[in-house]
């Protein structure tokens, strides 16, 4: 018989004396001398703990059979309770790959975790099914992460758990001289695009646009005054083609918008100055043509503010921005005047916030500023400021602190601050692309910058620095050729 490390041996006679109790105070005493003697010990309620058997030996020798360390014994109601480990970022739904931090109020504390569903286990010596947390690890994909910790003396701690969502995201671009859509996916990590080849759209594709929640796409033909229609396979990232839709009214379409509650498209046509409605089925992505509105000045960019309330269009004749108004219940626009800019006005865009409009002017190399009256959408000037030569495009920050402008003659991409108060834009620095950049747009997260460069057919990849602003060269792939319009969606 081994007790407490120590083996005895006892004669058959001698067991019989024991059973019957005549010197059993002899050998009680004996053991907790040893017991006393002990150098170490462990955690009498951890079964894994030689500590652990020896008190339920000890209980049998008294006659004792109860549950060891059960509810109301003296061993583990006794003992603390180890506190629940802290998971973070915070559970939600992110964009970017997540770098997951557990941590626990004493440092000897075990952590074990996992992240298949499965409830994690601890003790001293292992963590069972789970997974022993020593460093922050990474999720690239929706995962659900639960976390446990133990130390000697304490019961182990509940369980946390957080669940990430992260959503996969896809860059289109619109090649108007192939007449197709290239396709790529996102690696959430490095911003880094991967081919997933293209899809045929119609002649000329010029302009696209996403109602991102929804999953479809939409392309302008500029040749063929028709809109394609796409949805996305939904994690994968690959498009069907829904078919075709004509205009109601002008010719070589361009710019095209989608408004924020995924309810209605609107697409101009810079001859006739047109803007064309259509309705979203919700369900299918299929488009409902609904009537056209007429402006002046040959229409080119578009943009729709980030309240559904307003819609601005840029006259490239004319050098003047239309401004509208949509109808909060059948989606028609009502021309409401429009505002001088720059000489040959391209991209048109809004500050995440809603209250400021730029538009680059192509021939003047200035981007000219305005603050949007919330009441009636009418444009109020705020200056411009000067460019590299020709710019085409606009795209911000997510946290509208910088503006990233496209220049199509020097082939590069500039950044500039945003004064929160006036929304004055100052040019702070500029990158290299690819050969002659048209668009440019920014990934869900923030973190990653692309352009669609027309010259040399590529699409140019960036990381940016959120605290200045500055953009970092990722690589560049091949798209179709010519392309014009880009797209950045999660789904």
């Not at 005493?29 to 894994?48: E, I, M, Q, R, T």
């Not at 020593?134 to 910790?149: D, L, N, Q, R, W």
């Not at 119609?202 to 479809?216: E, M, N, P, Q």
């Not at 002008?250 to 803007?275: E, F, M």
Request: proline letters at 4%; a negative charge; hydrophobic letters at 35%.
């Amino acid at each position: 018989m081994k007790i407490a490390g120590h083996y005895f041996f006892f004669p058959i006679n001698v067991w019989k004396i024991i059973i019957s109790g005549k010197i059993l105070f002899f050998v009680l005493f004996a053991v907790l001398c040893l017991y006393c003697n002990s150098p170490k010990y462990s955690n009498p309620c951890d079964p894994s703990t030689e500590t652990f058997r020896d008190s339920v030996f000890l209980k049998a020798l008294l006659g004792d059979f109860s549950p060891h360390c059960s509810s109301g014994s003296n061993s583990s109601s006794n003992l603390s309770n180890q506190a629940t480990p802290n998971i973070l970022p915070l559970e939600g739904t992110y964009y970017k790959t997540q770098n997951i931090s557990i941590s626990t109020d004493n440092s000897s504390a075990r952590i074990c975790y996992t992240v298949d569903l499965s409830d994690p286990i601890c003790s001293e010596s292992n963590c069972g099914n789970g997974i022993s947390y020593s460093e922050a690890f990474s999720i690239s994909e929706t995962s659900t992460v639960k976390a446990i910790s133990c130390r000697s003396n304490a019961n182990p701690s509940g369980i946390s758990t957080s669940v990430y969502t992260i959503i996969p995201q896809y860059v289109y671009t619109t090649n108007e001289t192939s007449d197709n859509v290239s396709l790529f996916k996102i690696d959430l990590t490095t911003g880094a695009l991967t081919s997933l080849g293209s899809i045929a759209a119609g002649d000329g594709a010029f302009g696209i646009a996403a109602s991102r929640t929804l999953g479809f796409v939409y392309v302008t033909n500029a040749n063929a005054n028709n809109l394609s229609m796409f949805s996305i396979n939904k994690g994968i990232g690959t498009l069907n083609s829904l078919g075709l839709i004509g205009m109601s009214s002008g010719s070589l379409t361009r710019g095209l918008a989608v408004d924020p509650q995924n309810r209605y498209v609107y697409a101009v046509n810079n001859t006739g100055s047109i803007v064309n409605h259509y309705l979203v089925d919700q369900a299918t992505g299929n488009l409902t043509s609904n009537n056209f509105t007429t402006s002046a000045g040959g229409l080119g960019g578009i943009a729709i503010d980030p309240q559904g309330e307003f819609v601005y269009s840029t006259q490239f004749s004319g050098n003047q921005v239309s401004q509208f108004t949509i109808n909060q219940v059948n989606g028609l626009l009502n021309l409401n005047g429009s505002t001088a800019c720059g000489t040959g006005p391209r991209g048109i865009s809004i500050h995440p916030n809603g209250n400021f409009l730029y538009v680059a002017n192509s021939s003047t190399n200035t981007v000219s500023m305005y603050s949007i009256n919330r009441s009636n959408g009418v444009l109020i000037p705020n200056g411009t400021v000067i460019t590299d030569n020709s710019p085409r495009s606009i795209a911000f920050s997510k946290n509208g602190d910088f503006a990233f402008i496209t220049n199509n003659t020097p082939s590069t991409v500039s950044t500039a601050t945003i004064d929160s108060t006036t929304g004055s834009l100052t040019v702070v620095s500029s990158v290299s692309t690819g050969t002659a950049p048209t668009s440019i747009a920014i990934d869900e997260s923030g973190a990653f910058v692309y352009t669609v460069n027309n010259g040399n057919s590529t699409i140019s990849a960036f990381s940016v620095n959120t605290t200045t602003g500055e953009l970092s060269p990722i690589g560049s792939l091949p798209t179709g050729t010519s392309p014009n319009g880009i797209a950045v969606v999660a789904f």
